[in-house]
């Protein structure tokens, strides 16, 4: 504890002492005992300002002149420092000693980090007693700080001063009109002898008599729990025990208190040692000529075999004075010290953008919502679950949280197309991934729905692809082999070439839906994500505008287009449907509709060009001659271009099925 004005160095009790177990010149100063004292650094502090500075409530005339010379002061108050404010900011120094040598020399240390914010027991005190209108009261007997104090509901001062009292182990008496607020401690006491007490000559007792309470009435065991300043202020509990006696009892207080834990041992072994010390009460008859006691004084009566020595607690005047008291004992309350606790100080939340992607998917599994676009999520460090939220004009509305980490990635090599719905065995994709990892399975595996993966075409469609074999070839980078390709009905996204770099998401139990109601589809809506832990409006959120068409509801394309010349010259069109919903099984006839009604429409192609539409509801269609010499001016061709559309009520028009037919 230092202070510093105009290169003078001030101590409180020796010049230039100081604890650091590295220097040869660690001492502590003199009368010190060697424990932790926010209290005297105080006292020093405002001793040294009410000296010098003039506009000091408690500043002396005359011990701070003006020069003659200069016409200043011969100490410029202004121009003092006290030493010293540390860069390093509270609580990380002292608590990461990892981080700093010298961190654990801040107990003992001069550092005002973490201690100018401590409020004067006695100020804390009066402020409680002002806040309820009452000003009758001295309370500059008492020492010491208090780092916090919570008063978090509506109570009386008194029950707000009762833990107080017990954590600084002071009372209240009444004294003269005031309510004094007196510290326990090394009082001197008053001599008594047993002439000194009031006794009437027909009476045989001594003028004195002593009660000793039984051992099983006091507790064994003492807890007190409070708020933990070296701890991010989270709940902490000290215990006291005695290790000798028959007393089962355990007592338990919790102080709304912002205490270290040294401090917080302190007064949970001083309150056990107190109250096995009061345990003996004395009730004295003292005379009225001793009308300058009060409560709270100190006595000690001479009993021949021993000094017995009482603190009064209670006074009763009549023709004698009958006072009670409780035992008290000398350098009871001497400060003490514990080893303090390591705190292991919690990282701070340090989260960056996540990276998520949204994917208008069909259905893969077939138990999806078919118009509920799917979310994949990764971040490093992982916080626990990203949040998703989605934004109007009067704020953001929780979606859902997503708590589990998708295997995402980009591919690594360029992939040519390739053939639908059978073994691609030519064509493998290395890919790179940014979270998670890639196993292989087996065939039967793969078909029965193991490793679906989406790839991102650059013009935004999905196809969704199963490998069968995964081989890591460098870190965080796998071959993909025995590839099934267009699966779910994207054959229609497969690229000639998909560019190395398409976007790569494992489709696992990590794949989120969105909640989209199905009217929603097709508008745009502003999407938060960040952190779960961390609110909407952090920095580390980030938003986007998507909209989704539902791709779930889309029909899949026909299969096996054929074309045959009928009678009169006519085409008659054929092909088989698929279904999008519930067709892996292979007990019935047909696999389901899927849709409402069953409809089609033809596109007659010359080229790009489209010539006709033709509806169907049923999957053949006639194209006649007739329709054939308006589009082509004859019937004799052999080639026919075409593209077959099944329709959804939902959807409108599914995948697209187009050939170039040769006419049978």
């Not at 340090?350 to 979310?375: C, K, Q, S, W, Y």
């Not at 089609?600 to 053949?620: F, L, M, N, P």
């Amino acid at each position: 504890n230092i202070l510093r004005c105009k290169g003078i160095v001030a101590f409180p009790n020796e010049p230039n002492r100081f604890v650091d177990p590295k220097s040869a010149e660690s001492a502590a100063p003199r009368f010190s005992r060697g424990t932790r004292d926010d209290f005297i650094q105080r006292r020093f502090i405002e001793a040294e300002m009410s000296y010098w500075s003039p506009g000091h409530p408690a500043h002396v005339a005359g011990t701070n002149p003006v020069s003659t010379v200069y016409g200043g002061r011969m100490v410029d108050p202004s121009r003092m420092f006290l030493w010293t404010w540390d860069a390093r900011p509270f609580p990380a120094f002292p608590e990461r000693s990892d981080v700093w040598a010298d961190a654990a020399n801040w107990r003992l240390g001069h550092w005002l980090n973490g201690r100018m914010g401590a409020a004067p027991l006695a100020a804390l005190t009066a402020a409680i007693m002002r806040d309820a209108g009452f000003e009758d009261f001295a309370a500059d007997g008492l020492h010491g700080v208090v780092d916090g104090f919570v008063i978090d509901r509506i109570m009386s001062p008194r029950a707000a001063l009762e833990p107080l009292m017990l954590a600084g182990f002071f009372d209240a008496v009444e004294s003269d009109g005031l309510i004094r607020f007196a510290q326990s401690g090394d009082a001197a006491a008053m001599p008594l002898t047993p002439d000194m007490l009031a006794v009437d000559d027909e009476s045989a007792a001594p003028g004195w008599k002593l009660t000793r309470a039984q051992e099983t009435e006091l507790p064994v065991a003492l807890k007190l729990t409070y708020i933990d300043g070296g701890g991010e202020y989270r709940q902490a509990a000290v215990e006291a025990r005695r290790l000798a006696g028959v007393s089962q009892r355990v007592v338990t207080a919790a102080l709304p208190m912002v205490l270290t834990q040294v401090e917080a041992q302190r007064i949970a072994d001083l309150w056990l040692q107190k109250t096995w010390e009061e345990r003996e009460r004395g009730d004295l008859a003292l005379p009225p000529g001793l009308i300058a006691l009060e409560p709270g004084d100190i006595v000690s009566l001479d009993l021949g075999h021993r000094i017995a020595r009482y603190r009064l607690t209670g006074l009763v005047d009549g023709d004698r004075r009958e006072a009670s008291g409780v035992s008290d004992m000398p350098g009871l309350f001497a400060p003490s010290d514990a080893p303090p606790r390591d705190a292991t100080p919690t990282a701070p939340r340090d989260f960056g953008l996540p990276l998520v992607v949204f994917m208008d998917l069909p259905l893969v599994a077939g138990n999806e919502t078919p118009h509920a676009p799917r979310i994949a999520v990764a971040a490093d460090p992982w916080p626990g679950g990203i949040a998703l939220y989605w934004q109007d004009g009067t704020g953001a509305t929780l979606d859902r949280v997503i708590s589990a980490e998708a295997t995402l990635g980009r591919t690594a090599s360029p992939l040519a197309g390739g053939p639908a719905s059978r073994w691609d065995e030519a064509n493998t994709l290395m890919v790179t991934l940014a979270s998670g990892t890639l196993s292989s399975a087996s065939g039967r595996a793969i078909l029965d729905g193991a490793n679906f993966a989406a790839l991102e075409t650059p013009d935004g469609s999905w196809e969704v692809i199963q490998f069968r074999e995964a081989e890591l070839v460098a870190p965080a980078t796998y071959l993909l082999r025995g590839l099934l390709r267009g699966q779910a009905g994207t054959e229609a996204a497969m690229q000639d070439v998909l560019a190395e770099g398409a976007r790569f998401v494992l489709l696992d139990d990590a794949v989120s839906e969105i909640g989209l109601l199905e009217a929603e589809r097709g508008l745009e809506r502003q999407w938060l994500f960040g952190p779960a832990p961390l609110p909407y409006d952090d920095p580390s959120y980030a938003s986007v505008t998507r909209a989704f068409d539902g791709v779930g509801l889309r029909p899949f394309s026909p299969v096996h287009l054929r074309a045959r010349r009928g009678e009169g010259g006519s085409i008659e069109l054929t092909w088989i449907r698929r279904t999008r919903t519930g067709g892996d099984s292979w007990t019935g006839l047909d696999v389901p509709l899927g849709e409402e009604l069953e409809a089609y429409e033809i596109e007659i192609r010359d080229g790009d060009a489209v010539k006709r539409v033709i509806a169907a509801g049923e999957a053949r269609a006639v194209y006649t001659a007739a329709q054939q010499t308006a589009d082509f001016g004859s019937t004799d061709f052999g080639n026919l271009d075409v593209t077959i559309y099944q329709l959804s009520r939902a959807f409108g028009r599914g995948s697209g099925r187009s050939a170039h037919l040769h006419v049978e």
